[in-house]
């Protein structure tokens, strides 16, 4: 299985909130170069996430959250999921 995204070289440092440096990271699709993107840069639960022009702004900045093992935006702090998902097991 190829993986279609990649983490995008370029990374923003900033300052975090317990006074350490977070890190951001530009998630590009290899497929066309596209950047995910939180749609019109909704704050809100259930904010679509789309792929767009690389632009760098907050709705685009991502980064990884070690203690729950998820994705995360900048823009809201949400993290990535896909819609109607579960992680249940079959029976």
Not at 18 to 29: A, D, H, L, P
Not at 50 to 65: E, R
């Amino acid at each position: 299985m190829t993986c279609l995204f990649t983490y995008l070289l370029h990374r923003r440092l900033v300052a975090g909130g317990g006074g350490g440096m977070q890190q951001y990271y530009v998630i590009v699709s290899r497929m066309h170069g596209l950047a995910l993107d939180v749609q019109g840069a909704n704050k809100n639960p259930g904010a679509q996430v789309v792929t767009w022009n690389k632009s760098g702004n907050d709705n685009q900045l991502w980064y990884d959250d070690h203690a729950t093992g998820t994705i995360r935006s900048k823009l809201n702090g949400f993290c990535l999921d896909i819609e109607g998902s579960s992680t249940g097991k079959k029976k």
